[in-house]
């Protein structure tokens, strides 16, 4: 096998300085130069706000250039697709970045390329199919396969149980003596009941009909990587180079497949993994949380960011877990304005009520003129669940971020503007079609539509509405021979020349009741279901949706001088997000956050050398996270009493302002 080597020359000046010109490229130290220049097997630990993925997408465009083979490629995976979106928006229009969108290169998510390479070909040489990768809809159908003896016996067993069948999996790809397990926790029964039995069949049954979770593409995979062991050999082939991003947040289970099939201790390839081991905040029972990452031996640490200046590096340098080489530095020129009077705000004991506006002033104040109709200035806290009333412990409060306001819907989506009505639903699929160039949003507002229909006309089965509806529509019609009526219907709302009336709606909203009594399994329709179908007239919708938008999760503050809008959430959301102001709350979660870090914050302990407890490791890391957002100001919110009493707090107080805190008594 000709190694990587071979593929591609060495990397020279020359090489890096059209690059640069290519993507406009600034600020490359020795750091970020040893990674463009390597040839070898890499890890690569990139810093907050390091340019991570600009990077990786100006090594990919060097390779890309200089590759000598038109069979065997550069492999590129990750968890989200952010690196081909990189490469669309700032390659697109050039040739470099056209190589690498086609063969021989290959850019998906971890899941798309087993799904791809190992359970498609396993599935298709037993002879099985696949029909669909969705929790929800394999679990209905799941329910469906089942006889109605099954059915019975099954919910007789589970009656005195607290067991969510939701949580079945495949254990194997044996179709013939299928096993299952749960994604969490244990089975109520064993291999030898009849519960287990019936479970067992309706899983299986499913399979063989194509119909998958999400995570059971990984027992494909394995099924596959186990019959046929050259397929690995035949990957490493294919893939000479390759390049796993957000390494962090990799599972076990990932990672044995990208040890597998990417062994880096193997000198004919080439194995670049990037992330950044303190920002690893999403667990699984199965995450790594970057243990086997970086490797020491062989790694380049990328410690300075452009996101954030000097002042709020130093801040949140200590709360990394693990120590940052040469500590973490800032690069923002912050120029005229100088740096900001990053503010601990401390409020009475039992009311956080003024926290938002004190914020709110200090960031009108301390912000330039010109952020402030652009600003993203942001409140995030650990926890985020909703109120318990029944919880008036005063020791536990403030618990979660609604406490600091009574406004904060923590089930608010991505997508902030629901429409009321279906009618207006079908108007903002319309103007999309307008303003995109494909129909695909569009035809997932349709669905979405009818989802929520079917949904409020049964209550005791909802269907979970995530992404990918329209699939999601159709693979459940199919089952109930209504997929022709179902396409004509968007056909006619999207693509027809009529328009949408009063006098017209009337037709559209039966065919809608029609599909959704079919899916609901219900004859009669419910008010709910009414009111969703009534006609609305055309007028303020647009205006609705933008007021709306703004107004889900976002706290207006009237200042002096003009208002200012602080959007709440949780830290967990605010991961790779960039923000000009960042307040982190203190809530509540068998101890209070923030309070549990003070040592940190004052300069008594930094980082993980003293063996923290796996609980404040995590603080660590997701504290870590919120402090590398902004890119301008940094606050924390703490009640009184964290700070103690007499000289404890005067103590505290002073440790605060020598890190470079200021205290802001409320």
Request: aromatic content about 8%; overall charge neutral; charged content about 25%.
């Amino acid at each position: 096998m000709i190694a990587f080597r071979e593929l591609v020359p060495e990397i020279t000046d020359e090489d890096i300085d059209w690059v640069s010109e290519l993507m406009d490229l600034e600020g490359l130290d020795e750091q970020r130069l040893a990674f463009l220049r390597s040839q070898e097997t890499l890890d690569v630990s990139a810093c907050p706000g390091s340019g991570k993925t600009t990077l990786v997408v100006a090594k990919l465009a060097i390779l890309a250039r200089k590759w000598k083979s038109r069979t065997r490629g550069i492999c590129v995976l990750s968890h989200t697709n952010v690196a081909r979106h990189e490469i669309e928006q700032r390659l697109g229009n050039t040739e470099v970045g056209r190589r690498l969108l086609s063969y021989p290169h290959y850019i998906d998510t971890i899941h798309g390329f087993v799904r791809r390479f190992l359970a498609t070909p396993w599935l298709l040489s037993a002879q099985y199919r696949f029909t669909a990768i969705d929790d929800e809809l394999t679990h209905r159908m799941r329910s469906r396969s089942l006889p109605g003896e099954d059915k019975r016996f099954l919910g007789k067993f589970l009656a005195r149980r607290t067991f969510d069948t939701t949580l079945l999996r495949l254990a194997n790809a044996d179709f013939a003596n299928p096993r299952i397990k749960v994604a969490k926790g244990n089975l109520p029964c064993g291999p030898d009941t009849q519960s287990y039995q019936i479970m067992a069949r309706a899983v299986v049954d499913t399979a063989k009909r194509g119909y998958f979770c999400y995570d059971e593409i990984f027992v494909l995979g394995s099924a596959q990587l186990a019959a046929r062991p050259s397929v690995a050999e035949g990957l490493k082939h294919r893939f000479p180079c390759a390049f796993i991003d957000e390494m962090q947040d990799t599972s076990a289970m990932q990672n044995e497949y990208l040890s597998a099939i990417f062994p880096r201790d193997n000198t004919e390839i080439c194995v670049t993994r990037v992330g950044d081991s303190n920002q690893a905040i999403f667990e699984s029972d199965a995450n790594t949380n970057g243990s086997d990452f970086p490797d020491r031996s062989r790694a380049v640490e990328i410690s300075s960011s452009f996101r954030f200046d000097e002042s709020i590096a130093m801040l949140a340098n200590p709360f990394a877990l693990h120590a940052v080489a040469g500590r973490l530095s800032g690069r923002r020129n912050v120029g005229d304005e100088g740096p900001l009077r990053h503010t601990i705000f401390v409020f009475p004991d039992g009311d956080c009520s003024s926290e938002l506006d004190a914020y709110a002033r200090l960031a009108f104040q301390q912000l330039p003129v010109s952020l402030h109709d652009k600003a993203t200035v942001t409140a995030l806290g650990y926890t985020h669940k909703d109120i318990d009333p029944d919880d008036t412990d005063p020791i536990h409060y403030p618990k979660t971020v609604g406490h600091y306001w009574e406004g904060y819907d923590r089930s608010a989506g991505l997508v902030a503007y629901r429409p009321p009505t279906l009618i207006e639903r079908v108007r903002q699929a319309k103007r999309n079609l307008v303003k995109n160039d494909t129909a695909h949003h569009s035809v997932e507002e349709i669905a979405k539509g009818l989802l929520h229909l079917v949904n409020l006309s049964n209550l005791t089965t909802k269907i979970k509405v995530g992404s990918r509806q329209h699939v999601q529509v159709q693979q459940l019609l199919i089952e109930l021979s209504d997929l022709a009526s179902y396409q004509q219907l968007v056909v006619d709302l999207l693509f027809a020349s009529n328009t949408i009336s009063v006098d017209n709606w009337a037709s559209f909203a039966q065919r809608f009741w029609a599909l959704a009594s079919v899916l609901a399994g219900v004859d009669e329709q419910p008010e709910a279901a009414q009111g969703y179908l009534a006609w609305v007239p055309e007028g303020l919708e647009a205006l609705q949706e933008r007021a709306v938008q703004r107004a889900v999760n976002t706290f207006r503050s009237a200042q002096d001088h003009g208002v200012l809008d602080i959007k709440l959430g949780s830290i967990h959301s605010s991961k790779g997000q960039t923000h000009t102001a960042t307040l982190v709350l203190e809530t509540y979660n068998f101890g209070h956050f923030i309070a549990s870090l003070l040592p940190w914050a004052a300069g008594q302990k930094s980082h993980g050398s003293v063996r923290p407890q796996k609980r404040i490791s995590q603080r660590l890391l997701a504290m870590y996270v919120a402090m590398t957002r902004p890119t301008h100001l940094l606050c924390l919110a703490i009640s009184k009493r964290t700070l103690g009493e007499g000289e404890e707090f005067e103590a505290n107080c002073l440790q605060l302002r020598e890190q470079g805190w200021e205290i802001q008594h409320l």
